[in-house]
Antibody, heavy 118, light 110 residues
Framework: EVQLVESGGGLVKPGGSLRLSCAAS????????MNWVRQAPGKGLEWVSF????????SYADSVKGRFTISRDNAKNSLYLQMNSLRAEDTAVYYC???????????WGQGTLVTVSS | QSALTQPRSVSGSPGQSVTISCTGT?????????VSWYQQHPGKAPKLMIY???KRPSGVPDRFSGSKSGSTASLTISGLQAEDEADYYC??????????FGGGTKLTVL
């Protein structure tokens, strides 16, 4: 059974940092590209970042470029999102999602809540 | 990276059909056949309902169908059921390994 489990969310002050993790199981993680997608409270979905299966291609939304860094460790079946210089508008549930085609994600984690507040 | 345009809400009675539109540009919806649709119930993670414009993942009822004309994609749900009441989001590949989502549509089953 495919499972994606996010962790690392929490309350952080503006300007602070947080590292999210996504543990994958039930599939060959090293063969799939992955996305991070977030959802602010009561708002819609927003794509955050993409990483290809071998980390050769990486992209970010303009809203997080220069502040967030996506990475993965295929040996540990894990995806990461390092978030620096956090702002109030980064407050959201962050989901990791497995890609099956250009842009389509067939499995999502349950999400981890990041709250940026003083 | 502007969001795709969806109606804020749609509604229909059980058994009826509803269509949700998703309008983008030639840089996203109109430029690629990589539109997907997600269903999200409150407090839950999104669920993939349609990908690559018209394809249905295993387990998704054939009541759900997708199409595209130019820069507008559509999701049609026929034979509406109470459990279809949810938020629906479209998503399109937008080049350079990026995607863009629509603002979401709240479907109410009357």
């Amino acid at each position: 059974e495919v499972q994606l489990v996010e962790s690392g969310g929490g309350l952080v002050k503006p300007g602070g940092s947080l590292r999210l993790s996504c543990a994958a199981s039930g599939f060959i993680f090293s063969t799939y590209s992955m996305n991070w997608v977030r959802q602010a409270p009561g708002k819609g979905l927003e794509w955050v970042s993409f990483i290809s299966s071998s980390s050769g291609y990486i992209s970010y939304a303009d809203s997080v470029k220069g502040r967030f860094t996506i990475s993965r460790d295929n040996a540990k079946n894990s995806l990461y999102l390092q978030m620096n210089s956090l702002r109030a508008e980064d407050t959201a549930v962050y989901y990791c999602a497995r890609l099956i085609s250009s842009g389509s994600s067939d499995y999502w984690g349950q999400g981890t809540l990041v709250t940026v507040s003083s | 990276q502007s969001a795709l345009t969806q109606p804020r809400s749609v509604s229909g009675s059980p058994g009826q059909s509803v269509t949700i539109s998703c309008t983008g540009t030639s840089s996203d919806v109109g430029g690629y056949n990589y539109v997907s649709w997600y269903q999200q119930h409150p407090g839950k993670a999104p669920k993939l309902m349609i990908y690559d414009v018209t394809k249905r993942p295993s387990g998704v009822p054939d009541r759900f169908s997708g199409s595209k004309s130019g820069s507008t994609a559509s999701l049609t749900i026929s034979g509406l059921q109470a459990e279809d009441e949810a938020d629906y989001y479209c998503c399109s590949y937008a080049g350079s390994y990026s995607v863009v989502f629509g603002g979401g549509t709240k479907l109410t089953v009357l």
